[in-house]
């Protein structure tokens, strides 16, 4: 009879230490916000284009973290979207029909055209265009996220998205594996 | 246990991982000595980094000598870059450059004039010069690494950690290339004194040359040449080491020398370690002892394709095109040209690109040299690329992320430290290109790398921005609310009273339209700028009229004659005048239809009476006075005499001349009208008391007095029942006095509009005539005239009721403009400013009283 005693006595001890221990843990470790969404977010490419239609990409991570498409973001492309399809645990999605294309690519201001009316310096979601009112504004292409949303707002539609230039820091070698072949253009012997 | 010091000097040798052993080809091109090749006309020089750290010191058309600077730039890797011979720049422009790409790179194409001129040269020795002037001489040099890199070697010159060991890097374990070779055997000495510049600058322990054991000849010259050198004995040392590829490999020859290992993501000088070229040593020394820029390097032009295979001088820019030419090239179909050795090197996809820096071999090999790319097959898993690879990595496994596109677990396995050196495809049974595929990887980890890098950048920005936009924001709120809170603050008396007014205004006018009583706000009072008691003034006269026109209670205009007794400035009492001027045509109108009620004429008089008190101006008295007088007389005309009696006190109160005259005038007037009711006496009754005043004008307002009254009485007497609706007003209490004042005017007006027509124009012509006294007079008489006539022509036809009221009414109209005359008159005695003033009083009193007849003549239509 004893014996029952001392066993619900030991357990109840134990269930209370163990108790506080939770408790306190709970307490001491308590993740504030949703660690899942920060991870989304590192994985999108931040452009805050609103293409996903969610106003920047925070707020496409948290749609996603709550269970939203992960084949909204064009800019991503299929690589972000494995990598968050793997993230979430969920099942790969084909991209939107218009998110296909994957170059990469910046606006670009025709400067004489341009008549200074500051539309797309609002619209630029990352600050990445310079220029004052009244005055020639011009693309940081370095710092331009190629998110499109300034062509829309300019009244003369003089920003063109362009190509990112291929340079010797950015070629990629697997334009190598079909051999590359230099076409010289005609003129080029002349001038020569 | 032998120091590292110790065992260095021994010469002891330690393994490195990996490595093949390919045929060796050096034979073909290192038999004879470097030689130099004709000038070419053309040289192709890149200049990269313009526009990022450098702008060019040339334009389109310059001379430039040999060794020029072609640009010039700050940052700390920065290199200058100089012109290979003298000649004009003819063009500075894309040009495709020494690149697997072939990418076209800003470059300035220099025509070379045959003269090889060079610039400036200013030679030093090594005391002359502190460490920095060296380290700025190599840097302005534009020395970069020979090995194959070209990294600026002033950075490795100069390293934040204290060097031990110097390694000077004479491998050249590449099969083809031995350009190191023939510098080594040729050039021993100068290579020596660079070194020697090296170790001024490092001052390290040890400097160890090491050449592979297949260049014996040249690990003899150079033994020769450091017992010839002053450099301190037993520091530098000649080290032979077996020849294995890729000994070469800085992390891999440091392995060998030291025994040490360059941990990944680390530089050998975190170990005490700096690995240079031969070639930058003897680039070095003719820096600083010639002070000759880097402008021409040793290449290897080698390969079965080449008619004179051997090492030449070549100046950097000269295009791989000429000097093959140069070296009886014979290009076969199909055939590439290997820029680097046939482990390392890649295919040129255009020969008219130029020889850079790091570019130590041009490679032309046949068919039976290099076999033609065969078709890649499957892995098997053999793992001879992972006994073959020098930095121990699992090349298999590389390979099969990389093919699989999983870039980052390739990079779990460490792709970043792969060189690239080919050992794995060269031992690949299944003859698969792994270093193509390790590129990709590597260049793909790269741009996800810089993507990544820019997506944080973005972020940054993209959050910088919504927090300035916030900023913003409650920045703006704040200052509209400071702003609101100022001008709460400063607006206390003023402003607040003026909104106050304008909204009374407001409220007034929509209380004038859907209902007749009207009650003008107390705020007025305290009203003092000039817009404000004209627009009090303005309502103060609509008050009026709406109170006129329906009889409101007194205490009403008790409210706005306390309004009144606060204004005091001109406009003020101009405004008060027009006021008066209507609210007598207002009394007049009524008066007209002689169902005159008499609470409306008393109020007026209340109204206007304390008014006139509070204008401390003489006109504004008289005027005042003028507007008593004849409503009061109105009301008398109606009801009995007393009320003339009443009017006298009031009079008298009034102190001056004019007022006295004025009531005078009224009192006569006064007695007229009611005589006129009675009988037609009062003409001659009214001639005595115009007696007693003394002022001509008196007489003439008596005379214009007269005549209104005489009309009035005849109007009163064609309108048998309107008389008999008087007294009833007076008897009935307010309401039912309003409704017989209705009824009354709604008949004068009738009566009015029937002769408004000619009305207008006559009355247009008296207010011209109040230019002066004796127009004023004149047109007095006139009238007084005309009135007579009426009252005559009326006199003797009572029973003609139907034509009369037309008549009287004419004559009523016609004393409008009279009165307005002689408040004129009676005004022009004072200052001309003034009569100014009631002349406009007059002639808005007089539109007013048109708009009234029109307004009404529209109602009854």
């Known amino acids: ?192 | 246990m032998l120091t590292l010091l110790e065992q260095l000097d021994k010469g002891t040798l330690w393994q490195s991982p990996g490595g093949i052993h390919p045929p060796q080809l050096k034979t073909l091109s290192n038999q004879s000595t470097i030689a130099r090749l004709p000038l070419a006309q053309r040289f192709v020089v890149p200049v990269p980094l313009v526009g990022e750290q450098a702008i060019l010191t040339v334009a389109v058309g310059d001379q430039v000598l040999k060794g020029q600077m072609l640009t010039e730039g700050t940052g700390f890797i920065y290199l200058p870059v100089h012109s290979p011979t003298s000649g004009r720049v003819i063009a500075i422009e894309q040009h495709a450059t020494n690149h697997p790409s072939s990418l076209p790179t800003l470059s300035c194409i220099i025509e070379a004039d045959g003269q090889d001129a060079w610039c400036e040269l200013i030679p030093h020795s090594l005391e002359q010069l502190s460490k920095n002037q060296i380290l700025d001489k190599i840097k302005y040099a534009g020395i970069a690494g020979m090995g194959g890199a070209a990294f600026p070697s002033h950075v490795k010159l100069n390293p934040a950690s204290e060097i031990d060991l110097v390694i000077i890097n004479g491998v050249e374990c590449e099969p083809y290339i031995s350009s190191d070779d023939r510098l080594m055997r040729d050039y021993s000495d100068e290579i020596l004194k660079g070194i020697g510049v090296i170790h001024h600058l490092l001052n390290p322990q040890r400097i160890i040359i090491a050449i592979e054991d297949n260049k014996p000849e040249a690990a003899k010259a150079m033994q020769d040449a450091v017992q010839r050198s002053t450099l301190p004995t037993g520091v530098v040392r000649v080290t032979v080491i077996p020849t294995k590829y890729p000994s070469g490999g800085e992390k891999q020859l440091i392995q060998i020398i030291t025994g040490k290992e360059v941990p990944s993501g680390h530089i050998p000088a975190q170990l005490g370690i700096v690995v240079h070229n031969v070639g930058t040593a003897y680039a070095i020394q003719e820096a600083i002892y010639q002070g000759k820029p880097l402008i021409e390097r040793v290449v290897t032009l080698t390969g079965e394709q080449i008619g004179q295979p051997g090492n030449y001088w070549l100046p950097i820019g000269t295009t791989i095109t000429d000097a093959l030419s140069a070296v009886n090239f014979s290009q076969s179909n199909a055939q590439k040209v290997i820029v680097g050795g046939p482990m390392m090197g890649y295919a040129l996809a255009d020969l008219d690109v130029p020889i850079l820096k790091g570019t130590n071999c041009l490679l032309a090999p046949s068919h039976n040299e290099i076999a033609p790319d065969v078709d890649e097959k499957a892995c098997i898993r053999c793992g001879e690329c992972a006994i073959a690879c020098p930095a121990l990595l699992l090349p298999q496994q590389l390979f099969w992320h990389a093919k699989a596109e999983e870039y980052d677990k390739a990079a779990s396995f460490n792709l970043k430290d792969c060189i690239e050196c080919g050992c794995c495809s060269y031992v690949c049974p299944s003859d698969i290109p792994l270093v193509e595929y390790y590129r990709v990887a590597k260049s793909a980890l790269k741009i996800e790398a810089e993507e990544k890098h820019q997506a944080e950048q973005a972020k940054i920005r993209f959050e910088a921005r919504l927090q300035r936009l916030e900023d913003e924001k409650n920045a703006r709120e704040a200052k509209a609310k400071e702003a609101a809170a100022k001008r709460q603050a400063s607006m206390k008396s003023t402003d607040k009273d003026a909104v106050a007014a304008a909204m009374a205004r407001i409220a007034a006018k929509k209380a004038q339209a859907t209902s007749a009583t009207t009650t003008p706000e107390a705020p007025q009072s305290t009203v003092d700028p000039k817009k404000a008691a004209i627009n009090a003034a303005i309502e103060r006269a609509k008050a009026k009229k709406a109170t006129q026109a329906n009889t409101v209670s007194r205490d009403d205009e008790l409210v706005t004659s306390t309004a009144d007794e606060n204004v005091d400035d001109k406009q003020a009492k101009i405004a008060a005048a027009v006021a008066r001027a209507k609210a007598k045509k207002a009394a007049q109108a009524n008066s007209e239809s002689t169902a005159q009620t008499p609470n409306s004429v008393e109020t007026t008089v209340a109204g206007t009476e304390p008014s006139a008190d509070a204008v401390d101006d003489k006109k504004a008295r008289v005027a005042a006075a003028v507007a008593k007088a004849k409503a009061k007389k109105l009301a008398q005309a109606n009801q009995t005499d007393d009320t003339v009696i009443e009017a006298e006190p009031t009079t008298d109160a009034v102190d001056d001349k004019k007022a006295r005259v004025a009531a005078a005038v009224a009192k006569a007037k006064a007695k007229k009208l009611a005589q006129a009711n009675q009988t037609d006496d009062t003409v001659i009754e009214a001639e005595p008391t115009t007696d007693a005043v003394d002022d001509k004008k008196a007489r003439v307002a008596a005379a214009v007095a007269k005549a209104k009254a005489k009309k009035l009485a005849q109007a009163n007497q064609t309108d048998d029942t309107v008389i008999e609706a008087a007294p009833s007003v007076d008897v009935v209490d307010d309401k039912k006095a309003r409704v017989a004042a209705a009824v009354a005017k709604a008949k004068a007006k009738k009566l009015a509009q029937a002769n408004q027509t000619d009305d207008t124009v006559i009355e247009a012509a008296p207010s011209v005539d109040v230019v002066d006294d004796k127009k004023a007079r004149v047109a007095a008489a006139v009238a007084k005239a005309k009135a007579k006539k009426l009252a005559q022509a009326s006199q003797p036809d009572i029973d003609e009721a139907a034509s009369q009221p037309t008549v009287d009414v004419e004559s009523t109209v016609n004393i409008k403009p009279d009165v307005a005359l002689t408040d004129a008159s009676d005004s022009a005695d004072l200052s001309p400013e003034q009569v100014k003033k009631a002349k406009v009083a007059a002639a808005v009193a007089k539109a007013k009283a048109k708009q009234l007849a029109k307004r009404a003549e529209q109602e009854e239509q």
Not at chain 1, 148 to 153: A, G, Q, R
Request: negative net charge.
């Open chain 1, 1 to 192: 009879m004893t014996s029952i005693f001392i066993a619900v006595a030991v357990l109840s001890i134990l269930a209370l230490v163990f108790g506080v221990i939770l408790g306190f843990a709970s307490k001491k470790f308590k993740v504030e916000g949703n660690p899942v969404i920060d991870q989304v977010e590192a994985l999108l490419p931040q452009t805050q284009c609103g293409q996903c239609g969610y106003p920047g990409c925070r707020p496409y991570a948290e749609a996603i973290a709550n269970g939203d498409h992960i084949n909204k973001c064009p800019p991503g492309g299929t690589a972000t979207m494995e990598k968050i399809a793997e993230l979430m645990g969920v099942e790969q999605e084909p991209l939107n029909a218009e998110a296909q294309s994957s170059v990469k690519k910046v606006a670009y201001i025709r400067e004489d055209e341009c008549i200074g009316c500051t539309k797309c310096i609002q619209a630029c979601p990352v600050d990445a265009i310079l220029g004052a009112g009244k005055l020639m504004h011009t693309v940081i292409a370095k710092d331009c996220t190629g998110c499109d949303l300034c062509v829309e707002p300019c009244p003369v539609d003089c920003i063109d998205m362009i190509p990112v230039e291929t340079t010797l820091q950015n070629w990629d070698w697997k334009l190598n594996s079909i051999p590359v072949k230099v076409i010289q253009p005609e003129q080029e012997e002349q001038t020569c």
